[in-house]
């Protein structure tokens, strides 16, 4: 997550860092919802899946600031925290999808 900007792989395409934070958050949110559904032994998370979204969007906006301040050579970047946003709240609603049709 805070490695050095030469270390990570690089794409030539336009906008895969973004696509990448997209489906890296989706992940995210989904797994750990699904997760919760079934292991949430207090009901923390399972009765309120929007607090997962909400923790993961406060992991990724955590990630950038530590970017910013713990390396020389990786930046804070807004548009990151909205790819992140945009891919969480895509894994939160495919979740509430399945639920809705196959209860678990």
Known sequence: MLAPSPDLPTT????WDK???ILIFFG???IWLVVFST???YH???RRPVLVLVTCLFYGIVIEAFQHWFTDTRTFDII???A???GGIIGFLT???IKRRFVF
């Open 44 to 46: 923390i998370f399972s």
């Open 95 to 97: 979740y509430e999808q």
């Open 19 to 21: 696509i990448a934070h």
């Open 84 to 86: 992140n946003g945009i």
């Open 80 to 82: 990151d925290i909205i």
């Open 12 to 15: 030539d395409g336009p906008y």
């Open 28 to 30: 995210l949110v989904f």
């Open 39 to 41: 292991t949430d032994r």
